[in-house]
Structures are given as structure tokens and as C-alpha cells.
């Protein structure tokens, strides 16, 4: 360790105490944020912490968490503030430090994780108590990371960028009409849903971790349309489960939910049954469950969906509402499969795009992890030695434009 680098539990070098009690009933709607065990729950009409202060999630997902605040607040008992400084600490300091030795990991695990006095007490802070050496490794910290920040965003940026130009891509294909230009009119033809296809809901069932078959449910549709692999629960045969039965290339719809209109292109996973707050189409005409299953991801679909949806804290989209959605496409097979083979090489090209610029997200917090160890391991310690691209201590991936 640096000389002037002292290592002491938690209970020697801070006191924590909790806010006070507010349900959502007492809160009186005004300009003060309320801060719980998550963050902000609401805004008050009075405060009970004013000024700088680091305060600290004390139950809940996000407990053990630490925010540097400055400004006037109500704290709850589901979060703590720092009640008295044994040490003198920088306030940006004490944030990076607490964040850096994962409180959250000390959490009791029950139906809400929650942090106690008694279970930090014994966390080891490594620091340095000169307030100036502090200091130099905040500011060290604070312009390392606004690049990487800054990195993140504009990574983020053109993640948004390719799912738009893959959407746009989509809309060209799908927004045509029988009376209007592009495609239309040349082999093309534009039908409802209800005069194509017919439209079934699944089956009501008790669900098992155990059973012949798997049951699909709503929440088994993830955000892209896919099958989620994780959760699965099953159900026990009978004469009329077995109506159910999903095969290979089946198409299902979410009709409530999270996923609301979100469609599926079931493969043949492993022996599926679907539930019944998901809707099976069916064609009778010759159209590519694939195709279609392309056209749902387009916003000529969602817009329609969308208006055709009813409710509003939790919108429902029922099969008499489906049937309604406009679907414009070539009636010829071997066009249907040339559109298809031309949507998958953009979706593929698309995904392995967003897939490369996740990993480099996922490198940029290893990177902030790096930087926070080599900080409170005493290897910075002056703005001569701020990280950069330029000496090879941050990693070129901030360049976003590779």
C-alpha cells in the first residue's frame, strides 16, 4: 500500500443512519425528490437533507448503492445517509470508493435484498487521508470517465442507428399498398389478416417445473421476437392439451403484456404447448409464416398495432383487433422466399453490427472496473497520470468509429 494510504472497516470511518418513513399515501405531491432504496420514488412538499451528502440504497434491487447528492431531498428508511465522518473524506471521493466496493454484495438476500449497519460494518475502505491526494484522483476519475462516457453514448448512438436503418429497410418492403407505387400492382397484393388467416387462442393450464411438454407463455417472447430459454416451465398431457401442440414454423402472437404484439416464429425447440394469452395464426392463403413474422418487425405493423390496441395502462391486442392488420405482400413463392433471403442478410449483417458494438460496451466497464482498482490500489495518484488514449492506459475502443 502508498505511503499515506490507511486500510479501516467501514464502522471506523463512517456512520450510517436511515432516513425517515414515507408511504406513498403521506407523500404530498411538490418540488423535493424522494429518495428510496432504487432512487427516486416521488417528489415531496418538504425536505429532511439539504446540501452535499452521500446517501446510500438500503433496500430493494439497487440497495447498497451510493449517490453523491447537493441539493435538498427527502430520505426514506430505505435508504441511509452518512451520519458522521470519522475520516475527512472528499465527497465525490466517498461515492467512487463506496460504488467501488460493491455494497450491494453484502445484501441479505430475501424477498427485498436490504444492506444493514451490521452487515457493512466490517467492509474494508482503503484510502488516502490526505484530502488533496483525494482530490487528484477525482479529478483523474471524473475526465477518465466522461470519456468513457461520452464512448458509451456513442456507441449506443450508432446501436440505435442500425436498428433504424434495418426498420427503414423494412418499411420500404412492407409499406406498400394495392393503390399505391413501389411494389404494388406488380405482384403484389395488400389483404387484412382476417382474409388471409384465421387466428386461435393457446390453452389455460396449471404450469410445472416438470412435464411433457413445455408451456409457452407470453413472457417467453423476448423484446426481438425471440424464444426465451430462460424460465421455462411445462405441463402434463391431456386429450385437450393436446390440441395445442405448437410445430415447427408456427406463428404466435403476444396479446397483453410487456410484449404486446410482439410475434414468434416458433422452431421446432423441443414439444411445445402454447397458453392463452397468446394468439396462433394460421394462413389459408399461400403466405410465408416467415415473411410475415419479418412484417411484424416493421413499423408499418407496430403502427397499426398500436391503433388498433385497446387499453391503456396495459394495452390488449385481442384476435378480432388482429384480423384488421393490413399486410401488403407478393403472392408469388418464389418472390416471398427472394424477400425472405434478402430481409435475413440485412438482419444478419444488422445483428453481427449491434453484436460487435455490445462487446465493446461490455469492455468499456471492465475498463471503468480496471480504472477504479488501480485508483483505490493507490496507482494514480496525480493528473499527470489521468489514463489515456494517448499513452496506451485506455484502450483505443473509445474510438467509436471502429
Not at 142 to 171: G, H, M, R, V, Y
Not at 186 to 208: H, I, P
Not at 386 to 395: E, L, R, Y
Amino acid at each position: 500500500m502508498r505511503e499515506g494510504w490507511i486500510c479501516e472497516e467501514l464502522s471506523n470511518c463512517i456512520k450510517l443512519k436511515s432516513g425517515n418513513g414515507l408511504t406513498a399515501k403521506k407523500m404530498v405531491t411538490g418540488k423535493f425528490p424522494v429518495f428510496g432504496g432504487n432512487g427516486i420514488a416521488g417528489y415531496h412538499n418538504t425536505y429532511n437533507l439539504e446540501g452535499k451528502n452521500i446517501i446510500i440504497g438500503r433496500v430493494g434491487a439497487q440497495c447498497g448503492n451510493a449517490r453523491f447528492i447537493d441539493e435538498k431531498i427527502w430520505l426514506t428508511d430505505n435508504a441511509f445517509k452518512i451520519s458522521e465522518f470519522i475520516h475527512d473524506f472528499d465527497f465525490q471521493f466517498l461515492y467512487y470508493l463506496l460504488n467501488h466496493v460493491d455494497l450491494r454484495s453484502y445484501a441479505r438476500q430475501a424477498a427485498q435484498p436490504v444492506i444493514s449497519n451490521s452487515s457493512l460494518k466490517k467492509v474494508k475502505l482503503c484510502f488516502p487521508t490526505s484530502l488533496t491526494e483525494q482530490k487528484q484522483i477525482v479529478a483523474i476519475l471524473d475526465k477518465t470517465f466522461a470519456a468513457i462516457d461520452q464512448a458509451k453514448a456513442n456507441i449506443e448512438k450508432n446501436i440505435a442507428n442500425a436498428k433504424e436503418l434495418f426498420q427503414s429497410k423494412l418499411n420500404d418492403i412492407f409499406s406498400h399498398t394495392s393503390t399505391g407505387s413501389g411494389q404494388a400492382g406488380n405482384g403484389w397484393e395488400e389483404k387484412t389478416l382476417g382474409e388471409v388467416a384465421n387466428v386461435s387462442y393457446g390453452f389455460t393450464d396449471k404450469s410445472t417445473s416438470d412435464g411433457d411438454y413445455r408451456y409457452i407463455r407470453i413472457t417467453d417472447i423476448d423484446k426481438n421476437g425471440e424464444l426465451d430459454e430462460s424460465g421455462k416451465v411445462y405441463i402434463k398431457s391431456s386429450e385437450k392439451a393436446l390440441e395445442f401442440i405448437l410445430k415447427d414454423n408456427d406463428l404466435l402472437m403476444a396479446r397483453t403484456g410487456a410484449t404486446f404484439a410482439k410475434t414468434l416464429l416458433y422452431k421446432d425447440y423441443e414439444p411445445s404447448i402454447f397458453a392463452s394469452y397468446l394468439i396462433k395464426i394460421s394462413f389459408t392463403e399461400n403466405i410465408s409464416n416467415e415473411l410475415y413474422w419479418y412484417f411484424t418487425k416493421s413499423g408499418y405493423y407496430w403502427e397499426q398495432a398500436n391503433n388498433l390496441s385497446s387499453g391503456s395502462a396495459q394495452p390488449h391486442f385481442n384476435g378480432a383487433a388482429l384480423k384488421k392488420v393490413k399486410f401488403s405482400y407478393p403472392t408469388e413463392t418464389k418472390k416471398q422466399n427472394d424477400l425472405i433471403e434478402i430481409i435475413k442478410g440485412f438482419d444478419i449483417s444488422t445483428k453481427k453490427i449491434i453484436f460487435s458494438y455490445e462487446q465493446k460496451l461490455i469492455k468499456l466497464e471492465d475498463l471503468k472496473k480496471s480504472i477504479l482498482q488501480k485508483a483505490f490500489a493507490g496507482a494514480l495518484t496525480s493528473p499527470e497520470r489521468t489514463p489515456s488514449i494517448k499513452d496506451g492506459s485506455i484502450p483505443s475502443l473509445l474510438d467509436t468509429n471502429k
